[in-house]
């Protein structure tokens, strides 16, 4: 059985670690998959992966270039995605950065930058789509938290800012959306193995692994499986939630 036949999801940051995960695995249950990312290599290479993980070849799959910080990009590209694909029933905002120091040495752009690329962006995807939705009376977002959003994390008050805020943004939303159809949770994911934790220092991944019961790095495929559920029929009745992907690093 193909859990998403027939859909169409938005992924952004598709183009590595948790969002493409998400992307193939969506791919693989029989939806068209389109994905935002910056990097043109990056981005032309996880097409190709994605396109390879079709259940059908019949699906569509597609990358669009743009920074999902930049507002008037983003309804741009969606205006081009709904022509393109018809419709978006699934949105995942995944795409984040990092950019750690504590707060006496923290800059102000790294502020903003953070804030942008993690926050902004999801009041730019949502917003853009929101109108197509609800003429539908129907869609799912599913925003990618995390772990530090709920727990802090020394030299990340942007951060766990930016994470903190999609939570609330996300409980607002399902609130706002609930009778229209439109569902929308959180997941938020505790150390998985991408780009964004390659770069730790050593001695901080072995204090991270220290703080997980299960004693493991966990996988982009993880967190993709619950963004299976949370985007198929078999979370109808779940909004507003935030669900934690961390082998037991908060409970
Ligand atoms: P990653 O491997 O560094 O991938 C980040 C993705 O975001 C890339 O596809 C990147 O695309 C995209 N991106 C970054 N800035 C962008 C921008 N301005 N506009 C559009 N796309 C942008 O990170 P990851 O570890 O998979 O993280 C994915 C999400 O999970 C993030 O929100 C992160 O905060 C969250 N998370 C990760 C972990 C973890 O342990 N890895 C834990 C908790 C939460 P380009 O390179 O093409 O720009």
Excluded at 84 to 91: E, Q
Excluded at 116 to 129: G, I, P
């Amino acid at each position: 059985m193909q859990l998403l036949k027939g859909k169409v999801a938005l992924i952004t940051g598709g183009t590595a670690g948790i969002g493409k995960a998400i992307a193939c695995l969506y791919a693989e249950q029989g939806a068209d998959v389109v994905i935002l990312g910056t990097h043109p290599e990056r981005s032309k290479q996880a097409l190709q992966e994605i396109e390879a993980c079709r259940a059908d070849p019949v699906q569509k799959v597609s990358v669009f270039l743009v920074d999902v910080a930049n507002a008037k990009g983003v309804d741009e590209v969606v205006e081009q995605i709904l022509k393109v694909h018809g419709k978006v029933d699934i949105l995942v905002n995944n795409a984040g950065i990092t950019r750690d120091n504590l707060l006496m040495k923290m800059k102000e752009e790294d502020w903003d930058q953070v804030l942008d690329v993690n926050l902004k962006s999801v009041y730019n995807t949502c917003r853009a789509l929101a109108r197509s939705m609800l003429k539908a009376k129907a869609g799912c977002i599913i925003n990618i938290s995390s772990v530090i959003g709920l727990m802090g994390g020394a030299g990340q008050v942007n951060y766990a800012a930016s994470k903190s805020g999609m939570i609330g943004f996300t409980k607002s939303l399902a609130k706002e959306l609930a009778t229209r159809g439109i569902r929308a949770n959180c997941i938020a994911p505790g150390y998985i193995a991408t780009q964004m934790t390659e770069v730790l220092p050593e001695a901080h991944k072995e204090a991270i692994l220290s703080q997980i019961p299960m004693n493991r790095i966990g996988q982009p495929r993880d967190v993709a499986h619950v963004a299976l559920f949370l985007a198929s029929d078999l979370a109808g009745y779940i909004t507003g939630q935030v669900v934690t992907v961390d082998g037991g690093m908060v409970m």
